[in-house]
């Protein structure tokens, strides 16, 4: 054993928990899932995941924080797919390693273009870790390629005979992802809806060339919104449910809140902190802090869990763009979404709720249900809230900063300048706030989340890069002119173009359904007959 890497068994006792409590637990005991707003209690994960959501409109959490069962050294000479059966067992305790291994398997293999699924880059005190490597090239894939096999599983251990219908309404990324995610996939089908001339060229492309048959992809008359409105009345369709029922279907929602999402986030934290120790950017036992581009604020959390589960994280610093609500939220105790919404070129994170934060509220009020359904109904009626000092004091282990776009584009030019490496526009804003952040953190290294592939938002990463020569709006594109810009990361970078890539260049069209958003009830009905 390494010196020093007994440190991943010192046990993180989350906030409020009972101290003596947990020392009696064992590493077998089952963990069993709460809702942040304490309407539902004691759900095992594999009816956690199939929930998604609680009735009470409060996500789940783990009853308690479970702890490694291996050491960090352990971890190291593991490969992807046997490091993350290591760390989801600890919270889906009612999967067999058999069940769990497979959904493993079946998420993390050739449908990544990397063999290891999660490389790093060093590029001077910050250490890239590339979630962006999978059938979509953005970091939702590292949750939404296993959700299915999840989903699907947890159906079979509660009896559930449906099959399984995804509805999602997309603005552009999570469509895809969760497209991507279910295609043929046996018991399960999805249907995603986006708003016509709503999504960019690549991202529509991306989405009707998607294949599968039991994928479906509608362009409907109308914005993200009605397409929202839209699903959401259909999940509440109760004579809808009942003759889907009779036909033997279900729907779902493969939302970011869903645990099924959250723990396989978790994985690549401990992962990259194993490879830092294997590449010698870090000693054993070495704490490393973590910045992370946020708008749902699923992914950080995911470092959170990390940190609680023993991994040696020292701060989490949550980056933003010019929609910096949680930069505010973590400076002043408020969370205030009463303000502009700005479109930015990191759109992935342009998010004023961000959902997943509902969590972190549960935790520094000290696991208090009752105070967390209070502010979030707050939250629904005032747009704001307020946390207590108290609260405010646990939230020690945060930092957070926030990056304008020129910040964003400046953050994309150095590290090309400096380093040869290129970085799209949602990592380029947490290089920025990594980047002013180690100005003074006492010289520990950064791992920076890398949430998308600079192909996927070519214009913005080769204008930053290039200056003027390449505008960074225009009004109006063509096939070509996005193909050039292809070539110009491609030249840029010197990595191969990525297979999603040459997909939406070359694959057919094989989704041209439309309808009207009053007519989503009927679309739907006919699309599952
Ligand atoms: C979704 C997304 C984010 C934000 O992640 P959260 O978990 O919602 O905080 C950041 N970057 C990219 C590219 C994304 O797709």
């Known amino acids: 054993m390494v010196p020093g890497t007994d440190e991943c068994l010192v046990f993180y006792f989350p906030l409020g928990y009972n101290v003596e409590k947990l020392k009696e637990r064992t590493m077998s005991e089952n963990v069993l899932y709460n809702s942040t707003r304490g309407g539902v209690t004691g759900l095992t994960a594999s009816r956690a995941i199939l929930t998604g959501l609680a009735p009470d409109g409060g996500l789940f959490v783990p009853d308690h924080f479970p702890k490694f069962d291996k050491t960090i050294d352990d971890f190291r000479s593991m490969d992807y797919r046997e490091l993350a059966y290591h760390v989801m067992k600890l919270f889906f305790t009612d999967f067999t390693e058999e069940e769990l291994r497979a959904c493993i398997n079946a998420a993390y293999s050739d449908n990544f273009d990397e063999e290891e699924i999660v490389p790093l880059a060093e590029t001077g005190r910050m250490t890239f870790l590339e979630l962006y490597h999978g059938p979509t090239i953005a970091f939702k894939d590292m949750a939404l390629q296993i959700l299915p096999h999840l989903m699907t599983t947890a159906a079979k251990k509660n009896g559930v005979e449906n099959d399984i219908v995804i509805l999602t309404a997309t603005s552009g990324d999570t469509g895809k992802a969760a497209l991507a995610g279910f295609a043929d996939v046996p018991g399960t089908g999805i249907i995603v809806f986006y708003p016509q001339g709503g999504v960019s060229y690549f991202q529509e492309r991306q989405m009707v060339t998607q294949r599968g048959d039991n994928t479906h992809v509608v362009a409907i008359d109308g914005n993200f919104d009605d397409a929202q409105t839209g699903v959401k009345k259909l999940f509440g369709d109760k004579e809808l449910a009942e003759s889907l029922n009779e036909k033997g279907i279900q729907f779902s929602s493969a939302n970011s809140i869903n645990i099924g999402r959250l723990v396989p986030q978790i994985v690549y934290y401990v992962w990259g902190y194993t490879r830092m120790l294997n590449g010698e950017e870090i000693k054993p036992g070495e704490t490393v802090d973590v910045c992370v581009p946020t708008g749902n604020f699923g992914n950080i959390l995911a470092a959170f869990y990390a940190k609680q589960l023993g991994l040696p994280i020292g701060k989490l610093i949550c980056a933003s763009n010019t929609n910096k609500v949680l930069f505010d939220f973590f400076g002043s105790g408020e969370y205030d979404k009463n303000r502009e919404f700005t479109l930015t070129i990191s759109p992935s994170m342009d998010i004023l709720v961000s959902s997943n934060l509902e969590r972190l509220i549960y935790y520094i009020s000290g696991n208090d249900a009752t105070k967390t359904a209070e502010f979030m109904k707050e939250l629904q009626t ?88 390449v505008p960074l709006t225009v009004s109006k594109t063509s096939p070509e002119e996005e193909w050039k810009l292809i070539e110009e990361v491609n030249s840029l970078s010197g990595r191969d173009i990525p297979q999603a890539v040459m997909d939406v260049k070359d694959a057919p069209t094989r989704h041209s359904t439309t309808c009207a958003v009053a007519d989503m009830k009927d679309t739907v009905i006919s699309l599952l007959s």
């Open 382 to 469: 005032s747009g704001k809230y307020t946390i207590t000092p108290e609260m405010k004091e646990r939230l020690s282990d945060f930092r957070a900063g926030y990056a304008t776009e020129a910040d964003t584009l400046k953050a994309i030019h150095d590290i090309y300048e400096g380093y040869d490496y290129l970085i799209d526009t949602h990592t380029a804003v947490a290089a920025h706030v990594a980047g002013e952040y180690l100005k003074n953190n006492d010289g520990r290294r950064v791992l920076v989340a890398s949430t998308a592939s600079p192909y996927k938002f070519a214009r913005s990463v080769v204008h930053a890069v290039k200056g003027d020569e």
